[in-house]
């Protein structure tokens, strides 16, 4: 069977990236890159061996998949040339500026008959790999995301810049819909929210508080999760991950857990009760390859894409109902 020849769409950061991972996946066949300035274009395609088209139409006509990675301003026109074309789209987060674009994109794809899968690249994070044997259902979220400022991304916020990868994982996990959202930031260097907290509740009861900054000395990607029986704390940097439960005494493996008394002891109003510490084990995955291979089975074996267009819209809107509770 011939491989499916993919092309990159920007050659920034992320673009590069991209370039580099699909140059290594033996699955695909790299047919080149595309961006608006061809210099940077021919550099990252002479780094990784592949062509450099002069024009997106020529990378339309050689591709069968595409990733796209250029400014989130033009997500929306860039990705509507490929799916026209019917061509299945790798789209950077957030899938387009706006949710009522991102609407669109998604009637645009079923119409045509094309694949969309979002780089919510968090959903792919070792860390989280490594809890795939656990039954993620929080009751309380706490997540802080913090970076170094960097002029990269700075055409959007930081709510859709960073915060945006903790609400796709809080939507993931708390399986409910969101009832109301206090929100508050500051704009420190660009000219929207460089700084953003947000408290949402759901219908469920569930409670996540997010917080975002792109002005840090120290990086930070953290969350806890808290749900019935069990706590949760994942380091998506390191990566690492640490789980603390509730388990029954007479449960088969109880003796072989480790105690985990630095939560403290459970005293008699829970009788035949233990708390236990465990560490997962991190898998040794690059996450935006793992996307890749995700994106690929998706449209080799008509598998369920994995962080779809609705999925990625819905966490769009709620960041859109923060910026604009912070703007006021």
């Known amino acids: 069977m011939n491989k499916l020849k993919v092309s990159v769409i ?4 992320l673009g590069a990236i991209h370039t580099k991972l699909w140059k290594e996946n033996l699955n695909t066949k790299l047919a080149g890159v595309y961006d608006i300035d061809p210099k940077r274009a021919k550099e990252v395609a002479d780094r990784f061996d592949c062509h450099f088209f002069e024009s997106i139409g020529e990378a339309i006509d050689n591709s069968d998949i595409v990733t796209i990675a250029v400014p989130t301003n033009v997500h929306f026109d860039v990705a509507k040339k490929f799916i026209e074309a019917g061509k299945h789209c790798l789209i950077e987060k957030p899938v387009t500026s706006t949710y009522q674009e991102a609407l669109k994109l998604i009637e645009l794809a079923k119409g045509c008959n094309v694949a969309i899968q979002v780089g919510h690249v968090e959903r792919f994070n070792p860390a989280i790999a490594s809890l795939s044997g656990y039954d993620l259902n929080p009751l309380f979220i706490e997540a802080h995301r913090l970076s170094q400022f960097t002029t990269r991304a700075t055409d959007v916020s930081v709510i859709h810049d960073l915060m945006i990868h903790d609400i796709d994982i809080m939507l993931w996990t708390i399986k409910s819909k969101v009832s109301n959202i206090d929100a508050n930031g500051v704009s420190i260097i660009t000219e929207t929210p460089d700084i953003a907290n947000a408290r949402i509740t759901f219908e469920n009861g569930a409670v996540a508080n997010l917080t975002a900054s792109r002005i840090s ?12 029986g069990a706590y949760i704390s994942i380091d998506f940097g390191k990566p690492d991950v640490e789980v603390f439960r509730i388990i029954d005494e007479e449960y088969d493996d109880a003796s072989e857990m480790v105690s985990a008394s630095m ?6 109003g829970l009788k035949n009760k233990k708390i236990v510490y465990e560490k997962p084990v991190i898998p040794q995955l690059n996450a935006i390859a793992e996307e890749h291979k995700a994106f690929v089975n998706s449209v080799t074996d008509n598998q369920p894409v994995l962080v779809g267009a609705e999925e990625a819209s819905e966490a769009l809107r709620v960041a859109e109902e923060i910026s604009a509770q912070i703007a006021g």
Do not use: C, D
């Open 217 to 228: 000395a120290n990086p930070m990607r953290k969350m806890r999760m808290f749900q019935q």
């Open 263 to 268: 939560l403290g002891t459970i005293e008699a």
């Open 10 to 13: 920007g050659t920034g950061h």
